[in-house]
């Protein structure tokens, strides 16, 4: 598999460089610095976006300020999907466009992301594992095209949504939390509309959640973990909506996903100040968990956030990745062009310490492992995350004379140096475990 990635990586690299000489590569190309799971996998890549109407929903961001009545409206939501696809020969990738809320009082601004997925392409085979995407507070799918992209070139039907978030630095309090009914709403929602939809396409018995920041907040609680009805959020959300995702809450009507096989949940809200499970809310999550964090989030907080939820979900096999002094700019691409020119705008996607690029690399090492396990048991995965010692700056290899600089650790054999990782370059991070029931 390294090799056919290794490949593959090349192809894709050599076609977008002779496309636009000394223009960046897509996010979702990794560089040669790159844990060994990370490149691109051997398909090429479409994309397609479909608008779905989620009928009668509660309208959280228009409440009448006289009575407090919530009216029902047709929610529309569109997702991007990324799929293994035919690419006919010199067809022209898409390049993704959105905006993010400026700083206060200044307006949205405005980018572009370069892609390599081909618009419409046709899909190449069928039976694919599903996985549904749940982007951060006021994000777009088009700033994790990092990670959309590359899982599609894995193998892998990823449908990411746009869940059109209000703008929380001017909206009161009420619609501010309204994406806390929102989010796992519609994550349901769109689970059980694409596992009809898609046809033979997917295999709807094969689907993971991802999630950054509020989207962790979302999977965690469409995968299973029951909201406390005492929570932070009940009180907040217009109407009593946050009620009926409360504890009971097992269908799609109340934010649950049935059978899902994996969730990742990167940064993910939820946590503080005081956590919207409650002590015993996480229990519910069954499925195998990956989470990913840094201990120096200064917008979600690690001992709340991803720590807690790593010691409270006991009833899932479960990883918890922690990058040492990172913030929680740990889930987007790099910063596109027109996002650099004020500190507010790159703050959107750059860690003070940590490179974008290279976050992302290691988030696909370990996410690319983690799915290739649990939807489709790939067991020969597990060893890049078993790993034989948490501290990653603890591996050791010794590797013999005549080893390219630039080559993987083998792991096994008494070498500790993480599986995947060349040297040096694994550094600032931990990695622990726990069975179910642990």
Known sequence: MA?????????????????????????SVPGIDAPQLAPLGPHKVGFRSVTLVHKAQPDLLHV????GRV????????VDIWYPAKVRRGAAPVTYTASLYGEPPRPSVQFSVRGLAIPNAAPDGNG???????????????????????????????????????????????????PNFNRPVDIAFVAAKLRHDLGALIDPAEVALIGYSQGGYGVLTAGGASLDPDGPNMSQVAGGWMKRLA??????????????????????????????????????????????????????????????????????????????????????SPAPAQMRSRLWDMDWFVDPIWRPDRVNAINLHFITAFLAINLKGDTSMRSFLDVPVEDASDGVWDAPAGTPWGAYSPGGNGVTLWKGFQRRHAQGMMLRHAATGQ
């Open 128 to 178: 694919y594992p599903l996985v549904i995407l749940s982007h951060g507070y006021s994000n777009a799918p088009a700033v994790m095209t990092w990670l959309t992209e590359n899982l599609a070139s894995k193998g892998y039907v990823v449908a990411a949504i746009h869940h059109e978030d209000p703008d929380p630095y001017v909206v009161s309090a009420d619609k501010r939390a309204a």
């Open 247 to 332: 504890h009971g809450a097992s269908t799609e009507a109340e934010g649950k996903v049935p059978g899902v096989k994996a969730i990742v949940a990167i940064a993910p809200a939820g946590g503080a100040p005081r956590s919207a499970w409650g002590t015993a809310g996480l229990l519910g999550i069954t499925a195998p968990l990956l989470l990913i964090q840094g201990d120096a989030d200064r917008t979600v907080d690690y001992q709340t956030g991803a720590l807690a939820d790593f010691e409270n979900a006991r009833n899932s096999d479960r990883y918890l990745l922690t990058l040492r002094q990172a913030g929680h700019d740990i889930g987007l």
């Open 71 to 78: 009216q029902l409206y047709d929610r529309m939501l569109t």
């Open 3 to 27: 090799r056919l990635t290794a490949i593959t990586l090349m192809t894709f690299a050599g076609l977008l460089a002779a496309a636009s000489p000394g223009a960046p590569l897509p996010p």
């Open 64 to 67: 009448d300020p006289a009575t």
